[in-house]
């Protein structure tokens, strides 16, 4: 990676999932361990002064929590450690 502004996200459904790599597109359902993909659509692989947006799908998988029994998603964002970017907001919509 060096020193640059590029980022890498994982995202998991712990006890369900691996973390699975944003970046690449979903093989489809069935697939969710460690490095499979979960990109739903187009990667907007730059970010800009408005952000970007990407769409994760795990693959079959749902969350299944509730108020008194709450699931949770992990997100994993690894860098470089010379990684000259920003971070200042990250919005997770689920639908």
């Known amino acids: 990676m060096g020193g640059n502004n590029n980022i890498h996200v994982d995202v ?3 006890s369900k999932t691996g973390y699975m790599d944003l970046g690449k597109p979903s093989p489809g359902a069935g ?17 800009d002064d408005s952000g970007a947006s990407n769409l994760c799908t795990f693959n079959g998988e749902t969350l299944d929590g509730t108020a008194s029994t709450p699931q949770y998603v992990i ?16 919005q997770v919509g689920y639908s």
């Open 12 to 14: 998991k459904i712990p």
């Open 31 to 47: 697939s969710t361990s460690d490095g499979t993909g979960c990109l739903s659509g187009d990667l907007t692989d730059e970010v």
């Open 75 to 90: 997100l994993r964002i690894v860098s470089d450690k010379q990684f000259t970017g920003k971070l200042s907001r990250i």
